[in-house]
């Protein structure tokens, strides 16, 4: 736009006053554009009126084309050169990234490789290099299938058509295989653990990539666990576990009839001797030597285990029971022979067996077990190193079962709180009306149902199974309470007479457990006698004189129960520090009737008080045994015809 008169033109009416005073009588306006659109403009002003002329309008169209050409030339460069940038910083963000993936590629400890749909490689990490022997060159372009990956698991060939990689690329689904093999270079095979993934560009498969690790040493650790989990870890042989799964397939095979077994169940004889002589290394050394002895003994076919402790178990297939009884003889003369030496020492042991027949009219796998175990044991009763046959019917067999049964019963009222204690007064048969109560505690017990169980009935399992130290704890503890809350009648109780088994003579432990609980109950040890029988005394003599030494010097008594019975003469009571003789009863009870029972019980009653020892008559069932016994000069009589056994608490009512 031209306007060569700025106050004459109407289209300038807003500004010709400023024009006035600024001097400006013309000006030409042109127009910068770029794309198309207008972005400024180029003004010029003049201080004369019809001064645009033609050739002045052209030069400055000319100079706003220039302008617009520069502006816009300007910013293309610009634009350029952010575009260049922003490649630039893109370039290096793609090779971070890049660098990044070929890090972690070659960093991994798994394998990783990818192939194209012909199953060539395309590339491979380090690891894979690693694990497979091969080159980079050697892989790279190589096809896979037939290099590494060409066998089953189990050596059989492998068709790359039914290989799980090339089932990815070709089904386009991932896929996770654990129990293939790959081959290295120099012809070895591995276990592995792989996954393959299909490639997918832009809705295309170009391949797969497998990721891959060695499983050797995790395979070898699986055995290892399975191994501990089913083999004893001191002998190697099978566990407990493990020989009752066999027995249970064993009767599942027996039952069609089709095979016979025969169950050994075999115990060691002496060995408690080494393990108590020379400690348990000892014992260990000799049940592993135990155990390779057996192992040479028996067939290839047969299944050994060791069921715990000394105890082993053996499983005879195939095997008729005239010939397991041959080999149960032969491993008996073998363990005889054998010589455990340690040390200086030298033993000799045995093994008692007990053989169970299987066939198709067996109960079941515990049934059996349990009837080896009883016939074992017998077989024990009857001399040791012996084999003895359990049959249907077997009365001595099954004696010890109805034993063994008792095991558990006994720790389950243990358990669930039914054991009881009676007790049972001891009186002076010199009428003295001055005397405190004297009376021996009994150890009871009753059944699921309420009922009371015989001690007859659970003493013996106990004593045979070694629980006997565990009920005396429970008795001494249990009594010690009573007498504890019961203050007011501790003045009348002159003796509380508390039985203790063979066993517990043994317990180096019991005396220090004795000596705490009398501090915690703050019991007088002076009213605490301590019965024992002379069996049990004799056959353990030192320890015996040991046991009641330490517990006299704070002040317990102690009474030599069923005394008379022994094989030993007097001589041991010179050593053995008792105060009370307990003539045993089968003297007491026909003493009326039988002069030689009588003499018996004269000649106790006379010694014993030669040696400063007071006499106490069991079994005393009625006024003329009381009566001959005091004639006698019994100190104390004991028995049904006193005064039957009554529950501890009466004591609380009287």
Partial sequence: MVINNLHESTITAPWQDLARKAHIHSAAIFPITRDKGVIGAFCVYSGESEFF?????????????????????????????????????SSTELEKINSQMRLLLESTGEGIYGIDT???????????????????????????????????????????????????????VPCQINNEVFWRKNGTSFPVEYSAYPINEAGVIKGAVTVFRDVTESHAIAQQMNFLATHDTLTNLLNRYSFEKHLSQAFNNAQSGDVDYA??????????????????????????????????????????SRLGGDEFGLLLEDCPLEQAIRLANKICENVKDFRFSWQDKTFTIGVSIGIVSIDHESEGPE???????????????????????????????????????WVSRIQRAIEEKRLCLYQQPIIPLDDDEEAGQH???LLRMTDEDGR?????????????????????????????????????????????????SGQSLGDDNLPGYITDKLNHYNLDANTICFEVTETAAVSRLDQAIHFITHLKHIGCRFALDDFGTGMSS??????????????????????????????????????GHL????????????????????????????????????????????
Wanted: glycine share 6%; hydrophobic share 40%.
């Fill in 118 to 172: 012909k199953g060539n490689v395309t590339f491979v990490n380090q690891s894979a290099l690693k694990m497979l022997g091969f080159s980079r060159e050697e892989l790279l372009g190589g096809n896979i299938h037939a290099l590494t990956h060409h066998t089953y698991a189990d050596g059989s060939t492998l068709p790359m058509g039914e290989c799980s990689i090339h089932e990815a690329f070709r089904t386009g």
């Fill in 367 to 405: 049934n059996a077990l349990s009837a080896a175990d009883a016939a074992c044991y017998v077989a024990k009763d009857l001399g040791r190193n012996r084999v003895h046959v359990h049959r249907r019917h077997d009365d001595e067999t099954i004696r010890r079962q109805g034993e063994m049964q």
């Fill in 439 to 441: 009376f021996e505690i």
């Fill in 611 to 654: 040696m400063g020892l007071e006499t106490i008559g069991e079994y005393v069932e009625n006024d003329t045994i009381r009566k001959i016994l005091t004639s006698i000069g019994v100190d104390y009589a004991q028995g049904f015809g006193i005064a039957k056994p009554q529950p501890l608490t009466t004591l609380d009512e009287n």
């Fill in 452 to 500: 009371m169980v015989p001690p007859g009935a659970f003493i013996p399992a106990a004593e045979r199974y070694n629980l006997m130290p565990t009920l005396d704890r429970w008795v001494i503890d249990t009594t010690f309470q009573w007498l504890a809350d019961n203050p007011t009648r501790m003045a009348d109780i002159e003796l509380c007479a508390i039985n203790l």
């Fill in 53 to 89: 002329n033609a050739d002045i309008v052209d030069l400055l169209h000319e100079m706003t084309s220039d302008i617009s050409f520069a502006i816009g030339n300007y910013k293309q460069a610009k634009e350029h050169e952010q575009s260049h940038k922003k490649l630039s910083e």
């Fill in 263 to 304: 169950l050994c169940y075999m115990d060691l004889d002496q060995f408690k001797v080494v393990n108590d002589t020379c400690g348990h290394v000892a014992g260990d050394a000799l049940l592993q030597m135990v155990s390779r002895l057996l192992q040479q003994t028996i067939r290839h076919s047969d299944i050994l």
């Fill in 570 to 607: 007097f001589a041991y009571l010179k050593n053995m520090p008792v105060d009370y003789l307990k003539i045993d009863g089968s003297f007491v009870k026909d003493i009326a009737d039988d002069p030689i029972d009588r003499a018996m019980v004269e000649s106790i009653s006379e010694i």
